[in-house]
T-cell receptor, first 110, second 117 residues
Framework: QKEVEQNSGPLSVPEGAIASLNCTYSDRGSQSFFWYRQYSGKSPELIMFIYSNGDKEDGRFTAQLNKASQYVSLLIRDSQPSDSATYLC??????????FGGGTRLMVKP | DTEVTQTPKHLVMGMTNKKSLKCEQHMGHRAMYWYKQKAKKPPELMFV???????INESVPSRFSPECPNSSLLNLHLHALQPEDSALYLC????????????????FGNGTRLTVT
């Protein structure tokens, strides 16, 4: 059973702070890792993807991957109230079949 | 706005109705997907089309019938649904169906909110 685990939250951070979202996965054969943002009632929106160990930065977002620890994280710097959403971690195998975590609800308070 | 277009945005249907959900992408993507998402749950994979051929069916009941008329279009035909099938139905596409590593991301449409009465 391939599993992707996330803390459901809510994770509450003040505006301007760094939000740290974490995800672990069970399948060591996982190849690709994605973070999606989903606002209530809307569809998932791709935020970041990462393939190799280390950090990948895009604007205020940094994805971190550690395959040895089977751990992937998303950091959001200078968090804004508009970042309040559910963040879904997704892990893909060689066939590009995604397994989603349950999502972490982030609340950024003004 | 997403580059994957789904219609209709909302659909209410009775258990004896037949309806279809439509999805279109013009990004030249060769893999297309149907996902189902219930409230406060992550998306669940239903079907995968790879190069216009059905490659994965995640044991979905036959009352859901997918169709891929061409590389840009994906339909989901619905018949004799149950109230528990009410959910957000998401279409997604990716550049390719999987290369073994560095898989291309899935891009989701805005979804169809389906209510079965």
């Amino acid at each position: 059973q391939k599993e992707v685990e996330q803390n459901s939250g809510p994770l509450s951070v003040p505006e301007g702070a760094i939000a740290s979202l974490n995800c672990t996965y069970s399948d060591r054969g996982s190849q690709s890792f994605f973070w999606y943002r989903q606002y209530s009632g809307k569809s998932p929106e791709l935020i970041m993807f990462i393939y190799s160990n280390g950090d990948k930065e895009d604007g205020r977002f940094t994805a971190q991957l550690n395959k040895a620890s089977q751990y992937v994280s998303l950091l959001i710097r200078d968090s804004q109230p508009s970042d309040s959403a559910t963040y879904l971690c997704a892990v893909a195998n060689a066939g590009n079949m995604l397994t989603f975590g349950g999502g972490t609800r982030l609340m950024v308070k003004p | 706005d997403t580059e994957v277009t789904q219609t209709p945005k909302h659909l209410v249907m009775g258990m004896t109705n037949k309806k279809s959900l439509k999805c279109e992408q013009h990004m030249g993507h060769r893999a297309m997907y149907w996902y189902k998402q219930k409230a406060k749950k992550p998306p669940e994979l239903m079907f995968v089309y790879s190069y216009e051929k059905l490659s994965i069916n995640e044991s979905v009941p036959s009352r859901f019938s997918p169709e891929c008329p061409n590389s840009s279009l994906l339909n989901l035909h619905l018949h004799a649904l149950q109230p528990e099938d009410s959910a957000l139905y998401l279409c997604a596409s990716s550049q390719d169906p999987g290369r073994g590593a560095n898989n291309s991301p899935l891009h989701f449409g805005n979804g169809t909110r389906l209510t079965v009465t």
